[in-house]
């Protein structure tokens, strides 16, 4: 069944839909696992993505100052909907709206064939959040800027030299010179341009004198590149990931080696915790259908089928050799068994 559990085919397999869900969390906040079949009664899971889980306008009535609407027809007509869930006073879901291509293929799907999977924030919260939206102006912005930058380096980089004489324009006298014979002297605001060997020379009227330079291109500078660093560091807190272990690692020691692996240790175990639960759903709805339509026999005691679990992976580990030393010292006192 790990091989084949997803209506879209053997490619979505148990474990790279455990890799997707985690990353739909950080990326898109939430999303839906769907209990299905296959026709012959086989048993199906479904994800429904974020962005198909919603509501229009039609079809319900704005109530007070909440930020809820009123379903107006159907099954759940006078239940609450809020951003695609249906609730009830409680506050609990009762159904998902899904978007068709059209009105009339919208669909609501009743909340016990469905696991809504996502990392709550506050008591009250309908949807889920992406991971990074706590520094998302942040990263736009750095990324704009980095746009910006690049644009800067290929303006200077087509700049090879810049020549500063009294005519401001080039010596048409040079044989050499095979572009701009026509031009004449320039003024400051109307620069000659030569092109020469892919870049350019730029001739300038100065008051006396001439010289040739070559053009500095000393940015962007440490300024720009710590702030940069800054726009990081905020992210990695928001998406609660250790600094060091994806951007830069100057200046770690030691000691906050150790400090670092613990941290994503734990940022390791919360997401595992997040996604381990509706794994485990998944796992018992497929046995349990599995039993009732003979492809498992059913168990001498019913009350333990459910008692299923994962085999976790290792921990990780910034130093693999150091950690198994102090396994096997843990063995040697009695703290660890074999």
């Known amino acids: 069944w790990y091989g084949n559990c997803d209506v879209k085919g053997r490619a979505w397999d148990f474990k790279t839909r455990l890799w997707l869900d985690s990353v739909a969390i950080d990326r898109d906040g939430d999303f839906i696992i769907y209990l299905t079949k296959a026709a012959s009664g086989y048993p199906l899971t479904q994800r429904i993505s974020v962005n198909r889980i ?12 909440s930020g809820y609407t009123i379903v107006s027809d159907g099954k759940y007509k006078g239940l609450r909907i809020s951003h695609g869930v249906i609730r009830d006073k409680f506050n609990r879901a009762m159904a998902y709206r899904v978007l068709g291509d059209t009105p009339a293929e919208d669909v609501d799907l009743e909340a016990e064939r469905c696991i809504h999977v996502f990392d709550p924030r506050w008591h009250d919260q309908v949807r889920g959040i992406p991971s990074g939206s ?90 720009w590149d710590r702030f940069q660093d800054r726009v990081i560091r905020t992210h990695a807190a928001a998406v609660n990931w250790p600094y060091e272990l994806f951007w830069k690692s100057e200046g770690v020691n030691s000691a906050l080696v150790r400090n670092i692996q613990e941290r ?30 003979g492809i498992l026999p059913r168990p001498k005691n019913p009350a333990d089928w459910w008692k299923l679990g994962f085999v976790m992976p290792r921990k990780f580990s910034i130093d693999p050799g150091r950690d198994a030393q102090q396994r096997r010292e843990d063995y040697k006192i009695g703290l660890r068994n074999r």
């Open 54 to 65: 919603g509501q229009r306008q039609s079809g319900v009535t704005s109530q007070g100052q």
């Open 134 to 223: 706590a520094a998302i102006k942040l990263i736009y912005g750095s990324l704009t800027a980095t746009e910006r930058e690049q644009m800067n380096q290929n303006i200077r980089a087509s700049y090879a030299l810049v020549e500063y004489n009294e005519t401001g324009g080039p010596d048409l006298t040079d044989p050499s010179v095979t572009v701009g014979r026509d031009a004449t002297a320039t003024t400051a605001a109307a620069p000659t341009v030569e092109s020469l060997a892919g870049g350019m020379i730029k001739y300038f009227r100065s008051n006396s004198g001439g010289k040739l330079e070559a053009v500095e291109n000393n940015t962007p500078g440490d300024m």
């Open 264 to 293: 994503a240790r734990a940022s390791v175990e919360d997401r595992q915790d997040v996604i381990k639960s509706p794994a485990l759903f998944e796992i018992r709805y497929a046995v349990a259908v599995a039993m009732n339509i």
